[in-house]
């Protein structure tokens, strides 16, 4: 009998003990014949320089085997695929060892990060990167399975396996590289190498589109977290379609959408969330970016104060974009990143039309900012609408503050005080609900004060509106010239003169009938302060600290 017989009767044999999980004798018999196969396959490569590749692939093959099957520790493990991986490498695109090579390196790099081995295994990762260019480029249809190897055939009559199984591979091991540099907390390689793992599981149709949709929609969200608006855009759109229409197409057939619509409504729900951060991340840079543009600006003080409600007006759009605009950072940073990278990008998707219709930019003006609002409300009301206080108090709660706070941004942007009160009796509303479920739930007492705290700010909001407006309707009286008076009363307020403000600008008449109107506007709001009757203070400043309403 010759080697290559010996050597394939012996793997026959290994093969069925793998099988037979149930025999006592399972182990010895097992790790018997690996011993035998190890000792023949050297024998082969000796004797024969023509099998000697042939021979260093099944002995890599027969490394996996042992690691996968045999009681060996973690340690154990990873020298016995270090070794085989070390000789297989300068012989890696050999027909005999590509793919045996591939599989080696992913479960030695999962052994290493296991053993906290995270340059070790980044090296060896960083280092395959062009082996998969030359990969691509050669015909992948020539390689060979190394189980297949195991035959008296000549290499020359093995059947050749197909691309695909290739290509899962190293999809596996760019993953694996992700994960590694997640792990290393750096987020522009983390993205860009998860990105590519998405795109070619896309290519490939790799798994199912669920799984698909749900992992890209994450990193869509990662992006939001990055402030890079333009990038998570891209793939919670591209998530959103791969999603629907899947679902489109599973309810063509009916006995099949019964058994997933469960699975459909939390994959869009999850969504749902996601988009919802997308929102109100989009509102804040843009505050914050207006805010920043305020308060940096030369003439931001004195006179200049009257006139900040001019502010938005003077934001000019297109050179906030060009600011914005940058390179993928390392670190999340402030500065958002409203251009897609090509990089980051689903070619074989059609998704501009529907990236149209999700707002982009930042809001500079109420019909932007009432356009991002309508797209955020109509996901939160998706993921609101899902969940109830009794059985999803952790939820409901979060989707009723994330509630609160998109009207506060939208109050931000509106400049007609009226609309603004509207906008904050909203928000307190939304507030006062919750408030008054959280009135029978002791262990969410902390919430519960957070809540409080917010509604007294929104209070606090609408007084601030209501004097403004009694402030306007004093001032088209003519008691206060704004245009001629401005710059007096603001000088005013830093003047050592003893006399009050409303002393050198209000004659005494027109002077009490704007503190009555002070005095009437704080009784008001002293009774919006009492939060349906929950709280008994009097007075705003004894709101917060008044231990009574913890006791109701």
């Not at 196969?37 to 590749?53: I, P, R």
């Not at 991986?85 to 793919?99: D, Q």
């Not at 029978?440 to 509604?455: A, F």
């Not at 009097?538 to 709101?543: A, D, G, I, M, N």
């Amino acid at each position: 009998m010759s080697t290559l017989e010996r050597i394939s009767s012996t793997f026959e044999n290994v093969r069925s003990c793998i099988k037979n999980k149930n025999s006592s004798e399972r182990l010895v018999s097992l790790k018997k014949d690996i011993q035998i196969l190890s000792t023949e396959l050297v024998v082969l490569g000796k004797e024969n320089h023509d099998q000697y590749v042939r021979s260093v692939a099944m002995e890599g093959y027969l490394a996996l085997l042992s690691s996968k099957t045999m009681p060996l520790s973690i340690i154990e493990k990873r020298n016995i695929l270090q070794a085989a991986f070390e000789k297989l490498k300068p012989l890696a695109m050999r027909e005999e060892c590509l793919f045996i090579l591939l599989r080696l390196q992913n479960l030695l790099c999962y052994y290493l990060i296991q053993l906290d081995q995270i340059s070790f295994a980044r090296d060896i990762l960083e280092s395959m990167e062009d082996l998969y260019d030359q990969i691509t480029k050669s015909q992948s249809n020539t390689f060979l399975d190394a189980e297949d190897l195991f035959t008296t055939e000549s290499t020359a009559n093995i059947k050749r396996m197909s691309p695909e199984k290739i290509d899962k591979v190293i999809t596996n091991n760019i993953q694996m590289q992700a994960f590694l540099y997640n792990k290393l907390n750096m987020p522009q390689k983390y993205t860009l190498y998860n990105h590519m793992a998405l795109r070619r599981q896309l290519d490939m149709k790799e798994g199912t589109p669920q799984d698909w949709a749900l992992r890209t929609a994450r990193l869509g969200n990662y992006f939001t977290y990055l402030n890079q608006i333009g990038n998570a855009r891209h793939h919670l759109c591209a998530a959103y379609h791969v999603l629907r229409s899947c679902h489109d197409n599973c309810k063509l057939m009916p006995e099949e959408f019964v058994l997933q619509k469960a699975d459909f409504e939390m994959h869009f729900l999850e969504l749902s969330h996601h988009w919802v951060k997308y929102g109100l991340t989009l509102f804040k840079l843009s505050k914050k970016k207006i805010l920043n543009k305020f308060f940096t600006q030369p003439g931001s003080t004195g006179t200049d104060l009257w006139n900040t409600v001019d502010l938005l007006d003077k934001l000019d759009n297109s050179k906030a974009d060009e600011e914005n605009a940058k390179d993928t950072g390392t670190e999340k940073s402030d500065k958002s990143d409203f251009n897609i990278s090509k990089l980051f990008t689903f070619p074989s998707l059609a998704l501009k039309e529907m990236e149209m219709t999700v707002p982009m930019k930042n809001v500079c003006t109420i019909e932007e900012a009432r356009q991002l609002f309508s797209f955020t409300y109509k996901w939160l009301m998706r993921a609101k609408h899902y969940y109830d206080f009794e059985h999803h108090s952790a939820q409901y709660i979060a989707c009723s503050l994330q509630l609160a706070e998109l009207y506060e941004h939208l109050a931000f942007f509106e400049r007609n005080i009226d609309n603004q009160y509207s906008i904050q009796k909203r928000r307190a509303n939304v507030l006062e609900t919750l408030n008054s479920l959280l009135k029978s739930c002791e262990n969410l007492m902390s919430v519960q004060i957070d809540v409080i705290r917010e509604l007294s700010q929104v209070q606090l909001e609408l007084m601030a509106l209501n004097l403004q407006k009694l402030w306007r309707e004093e001032s088209h009286t003519n008691i206060i010239n704004m245009d001629t008076d401005a710059e007096s009363i603001i000088h005013s307020l830093g003047s050592e003169s003893n006399k009050t403000l409303t002393e050198k600008t209000l004659n005494t008449s027109s002077k009490n009938l704007f503190l009555r109107k002070m005095e009437a506007a704080t009784s008001i709001n002293g009774k919006l302060f009492r939060l349906s009757g929950q709280l008994t203070a009097k007075t705003p400043s004894q709101l917060s600290f008044s231990t009574g309403i913890l006791k109701n």
